[in-house]
């Protein structure tokens, strides 16, 4: 049996694409299958200093994690890699990485930076090119994508998903990042209008502040669908949060 390759990427910056990473690889590991983490390309971290791929391993135990380039300054990796003068990352080094890993493992990872189309060489070339790059290698990647729950949220997943049907790249389907304590009109509207914006199933929700959360592990269990390895219901979470009915005007 192949290896899982999912591509992890973000409607953008900061919308919990590494806790969600880290919730994957937990429900992966309590099943019992072999995980591995990759992030091709690292920005804003010194050398030494604990990455994304480190973050994930603290939350979600043992496993494989690996990280191709590391550019100092937090940049789209492009223009890190241009200010400090190192080398370009390639989707040939990402599809080698990705084979390598998929041979032994049963659920590959790979953690994009920000959204989709952020670039990460002088060739325009982004994290959806590495994913067309590893599927026309032979390998089976999906891609995940994991957004933002309020206002604004729905134009940036449609396009992102415009963006994967262009490349025929398939996307498996949406994850809120972080799911707030008192969710307003909008985030409860969205739980119906993020698939249909998507076009791909809402395969579950973190809490906001998930990363600090005492038992990572059941907390991830709970928050993704079985397809991700969880237990995560979209139709009974939909339902308790449903939004209240319009008032409408009396006509006077």
Not at 111 to 117: K, M, N, R
Not at 144 to 170: D, H, K, Q, W
Request: charged share 20%; hydrophobic share 50%.
């Amino acid at each position: 049996m192949s290896a899982r390759i999912l591509f992890v990427t973000g409607t953008n910056t900061d919308v919990g694409k590494t806790v969600a990473t880290a919730a994957l690889a937990s429900a992966a590991l309590r099943g019992g299958l072999k995980v591995a983490v990759l992030k091709p390309g690292q920005t804003g971290v010194a050398p030494g200093e604990p990455g994304d791929a480190a973050e994930v391993r603290r939350l979600a135990g043992e496993l494989t994690v690996r990280e191709l380039v590391r550019y100092p300054e937090p940049l789209a990796p492009d223009t890190a890699a241009r200010r400090a003068a190192m080398p370009y990352l390639s989707p040939a080094e990402v599809v080698a990485e990705v084979a390598g890993l998929a041979a032994t493992h049963d659920l590959v990872l790979v953690e994009g930076a920000g959204g989709l189309l952020v670039r990460y060489d002088d060739e325009g070339r982004t994290l959806a090119d590495q994913a067309r790059a590893v599927l026309d290698a032979g390998l089976p990647a999906e891609v995940l994508l994991i957004a933002s729950a309020g206002l604004g949220t729905l134009n940036i997943v449609a396009l992102t998903a415009e963006a994967l049907a262009a490349r025929e790249l398939p996307l498996a389907g949406v994850v809120i990042g972080s799911w707030p304590a008192a969710p307003g009109l909008a985030e409860r509207c969205n739980l119906a209008d993020l698939p249909r914006s998507a076009g791909a199933p809402l395969l579950g929700a973190l809490p906001e502040r998930a990363g600090a959360a005492e038992d990572f592990a059941a907390l991830a269990a709970a928050s993704l669908a079985p397809e991700l390895g969880g237990s995560w219901d979209a139709e009974h979470f939909a339902h308790v949060h449903r939004p209240d009915p319009p008032r409408l005007r009396s006509m006077v």
